[in-house]
């Protein structure tokens, strides 16, 4: 299957910090990206579509000022975390893939604010 | 809106045994996609196995099979000569062409040696 490839893994932040998250496809283009927040023992919470060159399409109740999503080219998208806080951490998963087909997910990034 | 229903959050399954989870949906929808994914421990999610809604073909990979029930709107999976590798959350997805997924709420699977 495709690869995606997320970056990092693992990141520690001060509260009041912006963290920026890379989603990369990396043998194929992806149009769309779609980014989730997944809590402990839960199931993937969709946050928002990323469409390359145009704005990111949000989900209710996500804060688009606070999650800034970039999706300047067809294989890389960025999710960024504004001025975090505790409460934003948490799980952060994206994907990519062909209208049609299977998503395939990146390794996922836990963030942590402290 | 469609929903994805998954009723066990836990299921256990001794070595080398079959189990078989459930899943409904609900949609209005003719042609749709539906998918079983696997996430481990490492919290990597892995595609196990894929359903066309217009196939009346059940679809099988290895020891993994689902059972399609279109009119009933369920998708249930059946994992036969469980192995330990297999422990981890399920999730069952749905999605439109073009669309976002539908992750239902998950099981997690234990297999018992």
């Known amino acids: 299957g495709a690869v995606v490839s997320q970056h990092p893994s693992r990141v520690i932040c001060k509260s009041g910090t912006s963290v920026k998250i890379e989603c990369r496809s990396l043998d194929f283009q992806a149009t769309t990206m779609f980014w989730y927040r997944q809590f402990p023992k839960q199931s993937l919470m969709l946050m928002a579509t990323?469409?390359?060159?145009?704005?990111?399409?949000?989900e209710q109740g996500v804060e688009k000022d606070k999650f800034l999503i970039n999706h300047a080219s067809l294989t890389l998208s960025t999710l960024t975390v504004t001025s975090a806080h505790p409460e934003d951490s948490s799980f952060y998963i994206c994907?990519?893939?062909?209208?049609?087909?299977?998503?395939?997910f990146g390794q996922g990034t836990r963030l942590t604010v402290v | 809106a469609q929903t994805v229903t998954q009723s066990q959050p836990e299921m256990s399954v001794q070595e080398a045994e079959t189990v078989t989870l459930s899943c409904t949906y609900d949609t209005s929808e003719s042609d749709y996609y539906l998918f079983w994914y696997k996430q481990p421990p490492s919290r990597q999610m892995i595609l196990v196995i894929r359903?066309?809604?217009?196939?009346?073909q059940n679809a099988t990979e290895n020891r993994f099979s689902v059972n399609f029930q279109k009119a009933a709107k369920s998708f249930s999976l059946k994992i036969s000569d469980s192995q330990l590798g297999d422990a981890a959350m399920y999730f069952c997805a749905y999605r439109n062409y073009g669309q976002n997924f539908v992750f239902g709420p998950g099981t997690r699977l234990s297999v018992l040696p």
């Open positions: 990323s469409n390359e060159g145009s704005k990111a399409t949000y």
């Open positions: 359903q066309e809604a217009y196939k009346q």
């Open positions: 994907s990519a893939g062909t209208p049609e087909a299977e998503a395939f």
